[in-house]
């Protein structure tokens, strides 16, 4: 079974969120289980010059985006045993960030039809085409169209898996005869609301849809978390499914990562006490061993859940002896809040603002419990982490968080979670666990039981090939 991957983001190529880290895991994944898995994305400028000049150019060809013809490059590389395409225009690529351009629809539906130009040129035909938000949710809209009645690409099955269902790609019904070049009868297949909408052109053409959590997948179907697609993803739910993401467990793994200051595994996770020591001096924290500590590694906006932090921390801060490391960036207003409270009580509240990769290490080592208080999580990459690092996740019951932490008030589960979104079951959730952590023995017990959660691609891996497979039945 041959499967391409197509994202709009990979490691080590180029990464934004959590869909670079799935690209440059899963393929490697399938591949360790014979499944032929190769992946393609587009050639960003800021690629690292290592990476460039590792690849490999194939060839050139000419790609239609409605009424234009474009340059595309196809280059190749291997990144962990994976054979990755990158495909090159200039134009279209050449700039200082991934996404975020005024003609974003243009430069994915120029990548999404390359995606199928290119198949004649290289030596791999895919029998699965797998796509993965909306950079690339019109593959499987313009294979099902454009391409339908061609023989080479007949048998050719589509997987489209929503990583987040409040990025779908909606713009103007101008796109569809300036930028997509749709027949007349195929622009249902794309319009929603009024809109031109990328998103739910996939889920109308591909053969499967998946996103990634078994939970997410019944969320998605209820007003409150399907940014206004429940109704489509309702008439199509026969397609859909949630497969819960993995970490790759070697990239991630506390007894060999260089980046923390002591490395550890489950016999020896008193070490964790080195990490901690030390997380605290670099965030200016008073060395306390035995006050908990709290970590929160995650972009700073409203779905993540700081609306609840912002509630009670005040409180939380004034009354408990308990300290909290923080990394992040994004919105002013958490930004802001969080500076206060650092201001405010600078022996049990620091930040650092912004994303750097090594302090995040630092602090899924050096701390004891990992807040992650969501408002929705398609699946969630850090509660991963943070388990096999052996700090407690605190979480909301929702998406991925839900079916990968469990209250461990049974002394089975790994974490500790809360249901509703509000403020004070959060509180009432963070106090249950610092009185978890009051009991040495107990709270090592827990830690031995969240570092030996299994959050590889194991389960998943095939879970994924299962479904691969029933679509070539
Ligand atoms: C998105 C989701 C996140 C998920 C990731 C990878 O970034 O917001 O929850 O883990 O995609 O699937």
Not at 285 to 289: A, C, D, N, S, V
């Given at each position: 079974m041959k499967v391409l991957y197509v994202a709009s983001e990979a490691l080590p190529f180029a990464a934004s969120g959590g869909l670079a880290d799935v690209a440059g895991s899963l393929p490697k994944a399938l591949r360790k289980r014979l499944i032929g898995c190769r992946v393609v994305m587009p050639m960003y400028d800021t690629i690292s010059q290592e990476l460039k000049d590792s690849m490999t150019f194939i060839t050139s060809i000419c790609v239609p985006v409605a009424w234009r013809r474009q340059y595309c490059g196809i280059f190749e590389a291997r990144a962990n045993g994976v054979i990755y395409y990158l495909l090159d225009n200039q134009y279209y690529f050449k700039r200082d960030n991934l996404y975020g351009y005024y003609d974003d629809a243009e430069r994915f539906a120029f990548f999404s039809r390359a995606v199928l130009e290119m198949l004649e040129h290289i030596d791999f035909k895919p029998d699965i085409i797998h796509c993965n938000d909306w950079q690339s949710a019109l593959t499987p809209v313009f294979l099902s169209t454009i391409y339908s009645d061609r023989d080479f690409y007949k048998d050719i099955k589509t997987v489209f898996t929503i990583h987040n269902i409040q990025y779908q790609g909606t713009y103007g019904k101008e796109l569809i005869a300036d930028v997509l070049g749709l027949p007349e009868d195929a622009t249902s297949l794309i319009e929603y609301n009024n809109d031109v909408n990328l998103m739910k052109g996939a889920i109308e053409c591909a053969n499967k849809v998946t996103t990634v959590s078994p939970s997410y997948a019944e969320e998605i179907l209820d007003p409150w978390y399907s940014h206004g697609l429940d109704n489509i993803l309702l008439m199509r739910r026969f397609k859909l499914s949630g497969i819960l993401n993995g970490i790759d467990v070697d990239g991630y793994d506390p007894s060999t990562d260089s980046r923390i200051y002591k490395n550890y595994d489950v016999n020896s996770v008193d070490d964790k006490a080195v990490n901690k020591a030390e997380l605290q001096k670099d965030f200016n924290?008073?060395?306390?061993?035995d006050t908990p500590l709290v970590g929160i590694v995650s972009r700073l906006v409203g779905h993540k859940g700081f609306d609840l932090v912002r509630a009670v921390l005040d409180e939380l801060l004034a009354t408990t002896d308990i300290q909290f490391a923080v990394l992040g960036s994004g919105e002013w207003q958490y930004e802001a809040f969080f500076n206060e409270m650092a201001n405010k009580y600078p022996d049990k509240f620091a930040v650092k603002l912004g994303f750097i990769p090594d302090v995040a290490r630092k602090i899924y080592a050096g701390s004891d419990i990992f807040l992650m208080p969501s408002k929705s999580e398609p699946c969630g990459l850090s509660q991963m982490v943070a388990l096999r690092y052996g700090s407690i996740p605190i979480v909301r019951e929702t998406g991925g968080l839900r079916d990968s932490v469990s209250d461990s008030g049974d002394n089975i589960g790994n974490g500790f979670t809360f249901k509703s979104y509000n403020a004070h079951d959060m509180l009432a959730t963070i106090h249950r666990a610092v009185q978890g952590y009051q009991n040495k023995d107990g709270w090592r017990q827990l830690v031995v039981r969240a570092m030996n959660s299994d959050n590889s691609w194991n389960k998943s891996a095939n879970e994924y090939i299962r479904l691969y497979k029933d679509l070539l039945k």
């Open positions: 924290l008073p060395q306390k061993p």
